[in-house]
């Protein structure tokens, strides 16, 4: 499976397409509704195929609801269900079941093998209109599903996921491998040595998003007087389109950062090895800076691309002391204070450094874990 995303072209037609999303809003919140009545009066779960049977029968009596084509809906009442399963199974750990959202910030609908069609170049027909898209790479494979997205600016994209792709088989090229240490002050400390500062885009770019959105704040929202309610609303969304567009400044920069890091680690390595986070708990504890960061993020384009480069992405057990134990002799501390940066083994006497060692650390993990044996035995054959 793989996921392809296209921009539409700017058009007056588009207009169409915002407006099914806008009653895909009102179609979602309308089965929340009906999950929060049917719970409240039989005490029990509204199952999917029933939700899909009650929508139907409303949508003949509603020319609105009937603009989306029913396996949009159809695929509105299985993302309900899928998040309400998701919620009786991980309620425990701070999951909350699915809410109402504002239908001007809905984002999407989806159509599966039905609704849309590709023509040749760069248009596709979706229900009876045909709009154009910016072709950047071939759709290949069996197009499973195509969905329409909104952004906060009011962007129109087209996000395709084929499968049948052709996948590569492993195969290594360089001989190398690595681990890493994700940590607050480096972003990345390889086993080799080199060290990996991130930009922190978000900090660079805080005083421009303050100034923006006190622009937003101070613009009024309501009546006031000898001031037409179309003046405040135009005023106020081009501040809020500008706080948007300062936001999705910093995110593209990070993305391109990320994929170009990725880019340049899966040239170097063959096997790269890294420690399982738990990134929800961090960013309790560190807020911001574990957001501006995006650890979860990289190693998702990361992955993505060593699987298209035939490199293996390797992720060790978070509970192990990648941190306390000794890369040399294996001596583990019973305890080590965040703020100690370099610490002495008590059995061989090394001095070590807090992220080099866990990289080290890492990467023996790593390596025993796809049957390469320990590093520190595998020298001959595999170049750190």
């Keep these: 499976m793989k996921t392809l995303k296209f921009k539409l072209y700017q058009h007056k037609k588009n207009r169409h397409l915002k407006r099914l999303i806008n009653a895909a809003g009102v179609i979602y919140n309308h089965c929340i509704a009906l999950h929060k009545r049917y719970y409240r009066m039989w005490g029990k779960h509204l199952s999917c195929a029933k939700l899909q049977s009650h929508i139907a029968k409303l949508r003949k009596r509603n020319s609105f609801w009937q603009s989306v084509g029913s396996q949009a809906v159809q695929d509105i009442c299985q993302r309900i269900e899928k998040a309400y399963k998701l919620f009786f199974k991980h309620h425990k750990k701070g999951v909350k079941p699915p809410g109402f959202k504002k239908v001007k910030k809905y984002k999407s609908f989806t159509l599966k093998q039905a609704g849309y069609k590709f023509l040749e170049g760069n248009k596709v027909r979706i229900g009876n209109r045909i709009y154009q898209f910016w072709k950047s790479r071939e759709i290949e494979g069996t197009v499973k599903t195509l969905t329409i997205k909104r952004t906060p600016l009011g962007e129109l994209f087209m996000v395709v996921v084929v499968d049948n792709c052709v996948e590569p088989e492993a195969k290594f090229t360089t001989g190398k491998i690595a681990g890493f240490d994700f940590g607050l002050k480096t972003f990345l400390t390889c086993s080799d040595g080199t060290k990996i500062e991130s930009p922190q885009f978000f900090k660079q770019s805080l005083n421009a998003i303050k100034i923006a959105s006190r622009q937003h704040s101070k613009k009024l929202k309501g009546d006031a007087p000898n001031v037409s309610n179309a003046s405040l609303s135009s005023n106020r969304e081009r501040a809020r389109k500008n706080l948007v567009r300062r936001y999705e400044n910093i995110s593209h920069r990070r993305r391109d950062w990320f994929w170009k890091l990725a880019h340049e680690l899966t040239n170097r390595f063959d096997v790269l090895c890294f420690e399982t986070l738990n990134l929800k708990g961090m960013q309790r504890l560190w807020g911001r800076k574990i957001s501006d960061l995006a650890f979860g993020e990289f190693l998702q384009i990361l992955v993505w691309i060593a699987k298209k480069k035939n490199k293996l992405v390797v992720f060790i057990d978070q509970w192990y002391p990648s941190?306390?134990?000794?890369?040399?002799?294996?001596?583990?501390?019973?305890?080590?204070?965040?703020?100690?940066?370099?610490?002495?083994?008590?059995?061989?006497?090394?001095?070590?450094?807090?992220?080099?060692?866990?990289?080290?650390?890492?990467?023996?993990?790593?390596?025993?874990?796809?049957?390469?044996?320990?590093?520190?035995?595998?020298m001959p054959a595999i170049a750190v």
Excluded: F, P, Y
């Design 323 to 378: 941190t306390k134990t000794c890369s040399r002799c294996g001596h583990v501390l019973e305890s080590l204070d965040l703020s100690v940066r370099e610490w002495r083994c008590s059995g061989c006497q090394s001095i070590n450094g807090r992220d080099e060692n866990a990289a080290l650390n890492i990467q023996m993990v790593g390596a025993s874990t796809i049957g390469l044996g320990d590093v520190r035995q595998a």
